[in-house]
């Protein structure tokens, strides 16, 4: 039998959870008989890059026009090289990934499809990872990427959510196409090397990083942007080092608000307690040496980090955003602080430091482990895909 052709389309291969699927899923199809075109577009300033993971056997595709930015010249440029990579590669599935390939790339297909029979036209999966309906823009701009969301839904066999919580915010508040349309596909990892960490792993990466084994560590990872809300974690520094002197707070990431984060952080005297590291490879020993994950987004779609913290046995606390609850539920703990709120953050941070390790830890790892596996997630999507072109 012929392998099935998937093109998957990707605004770009940047560090995080969408770049990490993508890939995997690109690679490990491959052995259960789908064949697949990833096409990605450029990487923003200061941008992380993941292209690294790529491995030989993925057929990549990258469109220099293809940006996360509104920017009409470039964004007809890529939807023109996208409709000419669908009627040359003729797939039997379009799958986008994050909000501008969800957008040229089911317009791409839309327009490939035109020309082909019922029988032949590409399946469209579109996938959010989150969305960008809730705080990032102004209330018109919202409106507008409102709008444009549901007529493409129109043109969208199969919309995958993330989280519960994504999927219940897509259908019940923003009435984005109709429920039968959608799937429930958690996100998965290969979490084995966070799995496998233990007290002599956590006393390697203190000394690796230069921290004293007694002090408490409350860390984030992730991209340095408004979004993520970086300003709160150095609020919620500020006010638990009141109390605790002997954190220390560490920030894994880099983006387009680093420089001002920095000055932040001296002008409210916690710079001596906390350190920027950038982007960085190594996150085992960042996880291993971490005490309190911490994560202050306005918006998320499932936070891969606090997946990958929880696996390694930290602690963690997070805003109430998307699908922070769906993952915190795995150890039995759906409670959470409400946007915004420093002080709350931080009590409940102190608390977590001085409670020490979770008695159940073990348990909830596996369960970390369990349900966002990568195997699961290969699973879930071959049983998709199969029931669109079978």
Request: aromatic share 4%.
């Amino acid at each position: 039998m012929d392998a099935i052709r998937v093109l998957r389309v990707i605004t770009r291969l940047n560090i995080g959870g969408p770049s990490i699927q993508a890939i995997t899923l690109a690679d490990r199809l491959r052995a259960r008989g789908f064949a697949t075109t990833l096409v990605h577009g450029s990487l923003g300033e200061g941008e992380g890059d993941m292209r690294y993971l790529v491995p030989p056997t993925v057929h990549t595709h990258q469109i220099s026009a293809l940006r996360r930015e509104v920017a009409p010249a470039h964004d007809v440029r890529a939807l023109q090289q996208l409709v000419a990579i669908v009627r040359r590669v003729r797939p039997h599935i379009v799958h986008t990934h994050m909000a501008k390939a969800g957008t040229l790339g089911r317009m791409a297909a839309t327009i490939a499809n035109a020309t082909r029979g019922a029988r032949e036209r590409a399946r469209v999966v579109h996938t959010y990872h989150g969305h960008v309906l809730e705080g990032y823009f102004g209330a018109a701009k919202t409106r507008l990427f409102l709008g444009i969301e549901r007529r493409l839904a129109r043109a969208t066999d199969r919309i995958v959510a993330i989280s519960p919580e994504i999927r219940d915010e897509l259908v019940e508040e923003q009435r984005i196409g109709h429920p039968s349309q959608y799937r429930l596909i958690r996100l998965g990892f290969d979490l084995a090397p966070f799995a496998a960490i233990g007290p002599p792993e956590r006393d390697q990466a203190r000394a690796a990083l230069g921290i004293p084994a007694a002090a408490p560590v409350v860390a984030t990872v992730g991209r340095l942007v408004p979004i993520k809300q970086g300003h709160l974690f150095l609020d919620v520094a500020t006010l638990a080092l009141k109390q605790r002197p002997d954190l220390v707070f560490l920030i894994v990431g880099d983006g387009e608000l680093r420089a001002e984060l920095e000055q932040r952080a001296r002008a409210l005297n916690i710079a001596e307690r906390t350190r920027f590291l950038g982007w960085r490879r190594d996150l085992t020993t960042i996880y291993a040496a971490t005490d309190v994950f911490l994560l202050t987004s306005r918006n998320e779609g499932t936070p891969v980090a606090l997946i990958d913290a929880l696996a390694a046995g930290c602690d963690a606390d997070a805003t109430d955003v998307g699908g922070v609850r769906d993952v915190l539920g795995v150890r039995g703990d759906t409670r959470t602080a409400a946007f915004g709120d420093a002080t709350g953050l931080a009590d409940r941070v102190l608390q977590r430091v001085a409670a020490g390790p979770a008695e159940a830890d073990a348990r909830h790892r596996a369960d970390i482990v369990a349900r966002f596996s990568v195997d699961r997630l290969v699973d879930d999507v071959e049983r998709m895909y199969r029931e669109l072109v079978d």
